[in-house]
């Protein structure tokens, strides 16, 4: 009996060697190792005094809304950032590979872009576009020059969801229809309007939302017609032709779905929509929210991978790089309708937000960040592909630049969500020093989403401690 358990053993310490052997050869290291390390950062937090989490979090459900959530089961006091990184209140460093929800562009307290917010802020830090003043004129001369084609007029706002509120407005009054299609799994804002163009149950409630049609989601990994866009489009004419006047006011999507698991659509789609939608009378919507400012890799903005130019492009999150910033890029001919009424925005173009903004486009381009995207994802996404050949959790990778999604599921061959160990996955991330995102109708896909300063070393660590941690799920 002994000798056969000896057998046994030998077998298994074989097989071991050889898992070691397969998993150094395509760049990871021994499963039983020991958790990775964060890569080196030269700087130290200043010394913490204030409140704890324990504290916070007792004023939070005491005086915040019931409807704020939190990541972790024991949720963590942050309480500075420097770049790439975040620490909480114990002085631990942690990978930030969301971003505070895809915002932080730069990175945390970019210090050109600190430089210029602070300047702003001795000399004025308030008034309304009742007034002149070059900050706001400067930067939207600057975003002007970023956009293709004729889209020149720029409507600043303070977040996504008014800029996509803005958005679907202009369509409406320029089209005189009222009809508008988004596609299911889509994310487009909270707010009343905007809340109608999202189709996620989990971020609707039950209020009118009327005149809005959701089309089937050209996901590849998902979708009823894999990546054949045509199939997808086709849905979109139907739709107009049995479920509209035949006329509508627009179309919106995101490049790549952000909330609903970064989720890219079908090559070629938009090109087939864009036509179909503009046929019907329709102006068509890029929501470039989270696909902006270089991030994707390939190109500045998202759209631009599926070679169209939308009608109007609404953008937040990075444009200010935690700066409560949106805006809104049209035509001169899409803008004027607007000018039959007032059309103000008070906080819209604050001299502080302009400056801001306004540095944080010249940081990206001096520091040549939509390239480092490119390389730094296309490396992260070589890595993430190798280490789905290695755990059947790994359904799916996906994504350009640093805008990623890894689906878990339980069963690749019926794709069914790994909703409990996603869950277990992402406690053990934040252990091992990684802060990342969630996103997907179950929860199951973690969305890395980093400061666009995320390094090469950072990627490596990233994956190796996902390998880690499933490797002990």
Request: charged content about 20%.
């Amino acid at each position: 009996m002994a000798f056969r358990r000896s057998l046994v053993k030998r077998s298994l310490d074989v097989a071991a060697a050889k898992r070691w052997h397969t998993a150094s050869a395509r760049g990871f290291s021994s499963i039983s190792r020991d958790p990775p390390e964060l890569p080196p950062f030269d700087y130290s937090p200043k010394p913490y005094k204030g409140p704890l989490a324990d504290d916070v979090l007792r004023k939070r459900k005491t005086f915040l809304g019931p409807s704020l959530f939190h990541y972790y089961q024991k949720p963590i006091n942050i309480v500075e950032g420097k770049m790439q990184y975040l620490f909480d209140d114990s002085g631990r460093r942690y990978l930030d590979a969301f971003a505070g929800i895809v915002t932080v562009s730069c990175g945390h307290c970019h210090p050109e872009v600190l430089d210029a917010i602070f300047e702003q802020s001795k000399l004025l830090q308030h008034a309304t576009t009742i007034y002149l003043h070059h900050a706001i004129a400067d930067f939207a001369e600057a975003l002007a020059s970023k956009m293709p084609g004729n889209l020149k007029v720029v409507y600043f706002v303070n977040s996504g969801s008014e800029a996509n509120d803005l958005a679907m407005l202009m369509a409406r009054v320029y089209t005189g229809a009222l009809g508008m299609i988004s596609l299911r799994n889509a994310y487009h804002g909270g707010s009343s309007n905007t809340m109608g163009l999202t189709a996620l149950n989990t971020w609707k409630y039950s209020i009118p939302q009327g005149e809005i049609h959701h089309v089937v989601n050209p996901d590849p990994y998902r979708g009823l017609f894999g990546s054949d866009a045509s199939c997808y489009a086709k849905d979109i004419q139907d739709h107009i032709d049995y479920g509209t006047s035949g006329k509508v006011a627009g179309f919106i999507a995101e490049t790549i779905q952000g909330v609903g698991g970064a989720v890219e659509l079908a090559p070629g789609y938009l090109k087939l929509v864009y036509d179909i939608v503009r046929k019907a009378g329709g102006v068509c919507i890029a929501d470039e929210v989270q696909t902006g400012f270089g991030r994707t890799g390939n190109h500045y903005w998202g759209f631009e991978s599926q070679d169209v130019i939308p009608d109007i492009v609404t953008m937040a999150k990075g444009i200010g790089n935690g700066l409560p910033l949106g805006a809104v890029v049209t035509t001169p001919e899409i803008a004027n309708v607007l000018a039959q009424k007032f059309q103000f925005n008070t906080f819209g173009g604050n001299p502080v937000c302009s400056a801001g903004g306004h540095a944080v486009l010249r940081v990206l381009d001096k520091e040549k960040r939509q390239e480092h995207c490119a390389g730094v994802g296309s490396h992260l996404i070589g890595r993430l592909r190798v280490l789905q050949q290695r755990h059947d959790i790994i359904g799916d990778v996906r994504g350009r630049g640093l805008m990623v999604g890894i689906e878990l599921v339980t069963d690749r061959k019926e794709k069914t969500p790994a909703k409990a160990e996603t869950a277990v996955l992402f406690e053990k991330l934040r252990e091992l020093g990684i802060l990342i995102g969630k996103g997907g109708l179950h929860g199951n896909v973690f969305r890395i989403k980093p400061p666009m300063c995320f390094t090469q070393d950072d990627a490596d660590f990233l994956v190796d401690a996902l390998d880690y941690a499933i490797s002990k799920l």
